[in-house]
């Protein structure tokens, strides 16, 4: 037997794409699941809702996950514990709560535009504070996607946004940018599993003075607006959030992000069809350059090594 080349690429796991792709069909479904139980829940009850059954969930798998292992997980300790709950109140109830409150005043699809700018951002602070540097490719993609969404943004604000709704949008990008660019510091430390169930539990403490807010529309609510928020906290919050956690310790920060602009798109086609938002011709041009930009931005070069070519391809890169 032979010992394989040292010219031929290590197989790469599908895991983390896969983990990638739950993560963002998830969080679109997030912007169309605040719109509906948004109607009949406050944002602030909304949030705390949403809190509370993540971290009913999220404790739960915790627990699974401490059976099959024989041990609790072990938690963090001073600044390190400290940082992990500041990270899971600026994500998990800040954010939460300005994109509860943006729903208010602008459709799903242009909430989601908004929102997605914060790749920009992460690829950004990614290579200013990570030291991920501005890859020649992740840069392209970004661009191809910021102008799909520029383009959507474009169709979508046209004389249906207000100023307190786009401001409201704007603060969400940036803390979803600043966590995530957090988080991935945070997971060189702590396994993704204790930092979103820590998160988690911070984010539901934040959203605690919204009690009385939650009793009382709960029981003003219909049941379908109830499961909505409870959806909201089982699936977009505690599992996006675990795939997510899974798939940024085993990636860039910045490419990543990138991936997260399919959402725009799918929050565009989820809202036409449970919505009924149609979108416009424009937008949905718009939504196909965010996927091209995606594969430019993530999707790795298929070509192989030659002999003689390693060091010029590493250069390269």
């Known amino acids: 037997m032979t010992s394989p080349s040292p010219s031929t690429p290590a197989p790469r796991s599908p895991l983390p794409v896969a983990a990638a792709s ?3 069909v998830l969080w679109a479904s997030a912007f169309v699941g605040v719109r509906a139980a948004g109607a009949d ?3 602030g009850a909304l ?3 949403r809190q509370l059954s993540g971290s009913v969930a999220l404790t739960a798998i915790v627990l699974v996950d401490a059976v099959r292992r024989g041990r609790l997980p072990r938690l963090p300790r001073g600044r390190l514990l400290i940082a992990v709950l500041t990270w899971g109140a600026a994500w998990f109830g800040l954010y939460n709560l300005a994109l509860n409150d943006a729903e208010r005043h602008l459709d799903a699809g242009t909430t989601a535009l908004l929102v997605n700018l914060a790749p920009v951002l992460i690829g950004v602070l990614a290579g200013l504070f990570l030291g991920e540097g501005f890859p020649r490719r992740l840069v392209h993609g970004l661009f191809v996607s910021f102008g799909g969404v520029a383009l959507i943004a474009a169709t979508s604000w046209a004389g249906r946004a207000d100023v307190v709704g786009v401001l409201l949008g704007l603060g969400a990008a940036i803390l979803y940018a600043s966590s995530a660019t957090v ?8 396994d993704a599993l204790t930092v979103t169930w820590l998160g988690c539990l911070a984010g539901t403490v934040v959203c605690l003075p919204f009690a009385p807010s939650l009793v ?4 003003s609510a219909p049941a379908s607006s109830t499961l909505g928020m409870v959806y909201l906290g089982v699936f977009p919050t505690a599992i996006a959030f675990l795939t997510w956690g899974y798939a940024l310790s085993r990636s860039t920060a910045g490419r990543l992000a990138a991936s997260t602009y399919v959402i725009p798109p799918l929050v565009v086609v989820l809202s036409w069809l449970l919505l009924a938002e149609v979108p416009a011709a424009l937008a949905l041009f718009g939504g196909a350059l965010c996927l091209g930009g995606v594969a430019i931005a993530t999707l790795s070069s298929r070509r192989r ?3 003689g070519t390693r060091g010029s391809a590493a250069r390269a890169g």
């Open 183 to 190: 988080q991935k510091r945070l997971l060189t430390h702590v």
């Open 305 to 307: 090594l030659r002999p």
């Open 47 to 49: 949030a705390l809702g």
């Open 22 to 24: 739950v993560t963002v």
């Open 216 to 219: 009382r529309d709960a029981t």
């Open 41 to 43: 829940y406050s944002p």
